[in-house]
């Protein structure tokens, strides 16, 4: 028991030797501080670590340092780094261990130790660059802390700025007032924590720029202007962002009012629509707000409003239509002095720009066509769209040729006129005739024919006139046109047949049936009947497409002076004549033949004035009836309607003449031409009026009993038939069949062309004189003269008279007396 006291009283006496609170335990605690206190130990600073144990001196005790588990003894509590690196940063503690007794301390709390490398100093300037006058702010930032005072140099980094009324400083923030060019240069800046003695790294250089205040620059575009076009002035002032823009006008105090015509955006001020009001000085300005500067105000620019000029597009040669092939030029004539470009357009599609006015056209598409300028200097409208012309581009045409009249009376004139159907200006005209395939011609249709050139050809005349036509004027002929320079030429026109033939023939061409129409599958003659002595007659025929060619050859078979067409087909239609080796011709009828149900049955010759004629519409399967309730036309006009089917002019004249043509509820008949001609005088009127001069008694005698006879004829209902000259009298034929065909629209020279001597038939002329007249005397003319057809029969040797049967031989006769009041002129 006394040992254990004893050892409770040592144990107790060591506790109060050691003079240190004790913590519950009795054993002393170290305390580690770090000095300078702070959050950041930058690099190369002195730092003091300090352990404290609060028993006893300083001296008393031993201190074991440990870094991160690492152990050093010393006899300081004051372990100092003077400069500090990077690897001295770890987890310190501290042990204290008395020198005397055999005791040590608790070890202190874990204290870390960061070192941080310097900072560097980053320097801002704003604005930079900076306009003289304009307050400059220079800002100098470490980071983190506030414990740092900073240094700025200028143009190196021993020159530190001074301080002066237009520099001051305050805090991290160096200001420049009323800049001025001295103050451009370098700068940089440092920050230092004077009690600490350490400094950051040194900023890197910003030059500083002061420049004078620009000078604002104001465009537009265009100038001049058009009124209502749209124009933009466009300010600048150097390259700087920020700036806004004012706009003044007349003046620099009067700023212009915005409107829905005057907008502005960024640095645009656009007039829309444009007017003589918006004329005038216009001034620009810029300037930024957030620093209170303006530029210089711009020079004063004028604008200029003014009309368009007006761009007018001309043609040349002046056609409203052209034709493949065909060259064309386009003028567009501007006014003014400037340098332009003119653009073309076809219906607003720009096909043609050049610094030349003119657009040479060759071969184009149809279309609208209009033109305009453009500034060559900036590409902008110059002009007014012009007025606009309407092209219409076709095929090449084909000439038209007419032919007037196609049947010639002897020592007629003809003309031969020729059109374009698509255009009728600047055309020469080139007539040709149509021959047979010739070598070394020009020759058309495959080689089907050649044709001559006529003199004369190749003027701006449409018509070409043969006088008088003869013939050998009987044949085809063909047109074409032509202009431009280069000559620009139409198609050849389809031929057209003249048809000019002898006086009196000596031949005369008979058809049967005797008519112009017929229908396709019937059988066809015609014959050459000869007249007076003529040899190597031929029958030939004048087709469409100007083929020529005569019987036998390929078509129809002859026998004799007959031709005949078994079965004929739409390719017979023609014109046929006959035709000898010597170049005489007889008459000539134009044949049609049709596939329809009707045909016109007309006079298949000329007729004469005064004749009586007879159409009739024919049924192809009832050819021998008439057909009830026929509509008849000429020249495409409606003439009347007949219920039996035929149309009766009882007295042709010259207006007669034309196309003839019917219609039924079966169809409708090809057309065809009626030809009149007029009455002239035979040349044997003059031996049969000296035979009546002879037998003047007995034919004032014959005459009485010529009119008594008419009269009398007259009142029982029956019509004298008239004969006419057309040049020799038409017969009345004693069968009354014959004589009713004859009335139909035969001309005279069908079935009779001369006076027939030796027959039993005699024509003669009978003129009457009136002696009323002034001078006693009465001229005759060829409508005072009388017709009358006189049967003589022949006594026989015996010379008795046999009477006179009038079933066997009648005598027709008719008088026509007329008073002539002036002399009478041959036609």
């Known amino acids: 028991m006394e040992h254990t006291l004893f050892c409770l009283l040592l144990l107790l006496s060591t ?206 575009t265009p100038n001049p202007v058009y009124t209502g076009e749209t124009v933009t002035l466009t300010c600048s002032v150097g390259s700087d962002s920020g700036w806004r823009y004012s706009w003044y006008k007349d003046n620099t105090k009067k700023v212009v009012t915005l409107s829905d015509r005057h907008t502005t955006s960024g640095a645009t001020f656009t007039i829309s629509r444009a007017a003589e009001s918006d004329q005038g000085l216009y001034w620009c300005q810029g300037e930024i707000q957030s620093r209170s500067i303006s530029s210089i105000i711009s020079d004063p620019v004028t604008i200029t409003a003014k009309e368009r000029p007006v761009a007018v597009l001309t043609l040349q040669p002046n056609w409203p239509q052209i034709f493949s092939g065909e060259t064309v030029t386009l003028s567009c004539d501007i006014q003014g002095g400037e340098e332009i470009e003119y653009v073309f357009y076809n219906s607003g599609k720009s096909v043609y ?22 500034q060559q200097r900036n590409g902008l409208k110059h002009s007014q769209t012009s007025n606009a012309i309407q092209l219409t581009v076709l095929d090449q045409p084909q000439a038209v040729l007419s032919v007037s009249p196609q049947w010639l009376n002897p020592g007629d004139s003809v003309s031969l006129s020729c059109g374009v159907k698509e255009s009728s200006t600047g055309w020469r005209f080139f007539w040709y005739r149509t021959v047979p395939y010739t070598a070394g011609l020009l020759s058309l249709l495959d080689r089907s024919y050649s044709v001559e050139p006529l003199s004369g050809s190749g003027t701006s005349e449409d018509s070409y006139t043969l006088i008088p036509a003869g013939p050998s004027h009987t044949g085809g002929y063909v047109c074409r046109a032509g202009r431009g320079d280069p000559l620009y030429d139409t198609l050849y026109s389809e031929p057209q047949f003249l048809w000019s033939g002898d006086p009196q023939p000596s031949v005369s061409l008979k058809i049967r049936p005797n008519r112009t129409q017929h229908f396709t599958s019937k059988s066809l003659s015609l014959s050459c009947e000869e007249k007076r002595n003529s040899t190597g007659w031929r029958l030939k025929r004048y087709r469409e497409k100007a083929v ?167 009142a029982r209902g029956s019509c004298c038939n008239r004969i006419f000259w057309p040049p020799q009298p038409q017969s009345t034929n004693l069968d009354p069949q014959q004589d009713q065909r004859s009335t139909q629209g035969q001309a005279p020279d069908a079935e009779y062309a001369h006076l027939q001597h030796g027959g039993a038939n005699i024509y003669n002329t009978i003129t009457l004189s009136d002696n009323n007249d002034s001078d006693g005397a009465a001229t005759a003319g060829p409508s005072d003269v009388m017709y009358a057809q006189i049967q003589l029969k022949m006594l026989d040797k015996k010379n008795k008279k046999i009477p006179a049967d009038p079933k066997e031989n009648p005598v027709y006769s008719e008088v026509k007396t007329r008073k002539t009041t002036e002399t009478a002129k041959p036609t």
């Open 15 to 220: 506790h109060i030797y050691s003079g240190h609170s004790e913590d519950d335990d009795g054993q002393a605690k170290a305390v580690l501080t770090i000095h300078p206190k702070s959050s950041q130990i930058f690099r190369g600073e002195s730092v003091t670590l300090r352990c404290n144990i609060l028993r006893g001196k300083v001296t008393d005790w031993k201190y074991t340092w440990s870094k991160d588990d690492g152990d050093s003894i010393s006899r300081k509590n004051e372990y100092e780094i003077s400069e500090v690196k990077m690897s001295d940063s770890g987890v310190y503690r501290c042990l204290g261990r008395h020198i005397d007794q055999r005791k040590h301390s608790e070890w202190s709390d874990a204290v870390r130790l960061t070192v941080t490398a310097l900072p560097e100093t980053t320097l801002t300037v704003n604005p930079n660059p900076a306009y003289t006058g304009e307050t400059v702010t220079l800002t100098c930032s470490v980071g983190s802390g506030s414990r740092w005072s900073f240094t700025l140099y200028k143009d190196n980094t021993k020159n530190v700025v001074t301080l002066s009324g237009r520099h001051t400083t305050t805090g991290a923030t160096f200001t420049i007032s009323r800049a001025a060019e001295s103050d451009q240069g370098l700068y940089w800046c440092q920050g230092e924590i004077q009690s600490r003695s350490i400094s950051t790294i040194i900023s890197d250089p910003v030059t500083i720029t002061v420049k004078a205040l620009p000078k604002a620059t104001l465009t537009i």
């Open 353 to 374: 720009t050049k610094t030349e006015p003119e657009y040479r056209i060759s071969a184009a598409n149809n279309g609208l066509y209009t033109c305009e300028g453009l």
């Open 548 to 714: 020529e060619s005569e019987c036998g050859s390929n078509w129809g078979s002859i026998a004799g002076s007959t031709c005949t067409i078994r079965s004929t087909y739409t390719g017979d239609s023609g014109v046929y004549w006959c035709e000898s080796g010597s170049g005489e011709y007889s008459n000539a009828v134009n044949i049609t033949v049709d596939v329809g149900p009707l045909i016109l049955e007309s006079p298949a010759n000329p007729m004469t004035e005064g004749d009586s004629v007879t159409l009739r519409c024919t049924n192809r399967y009832q050819e021998t009836n008439p057909i009830p309730k026929v509509d008849f036309y000429k020249d495409g006009v409606f003439i009347r309607n007949e219920t039996t089917g035929e149309m009766t002019i009882p007295v042709v004249s010259k207006s007669d003449e034309g196309f003839y043509k019917c219609k039924s509820n079966e169809g409708e008949s090809p057309e065809s031409w009626v030809t009149v001609r007029g009455v002239t005088p035979g040349p044997s009127t003059s031996v049969l009026v000296g035979v009546v001069v002879g037998l003047v008694v007995a034919g004032v005698l014959l005459a009485i009993l010529l009119v008594l006879l008419c009269r009398y004829k007259n």
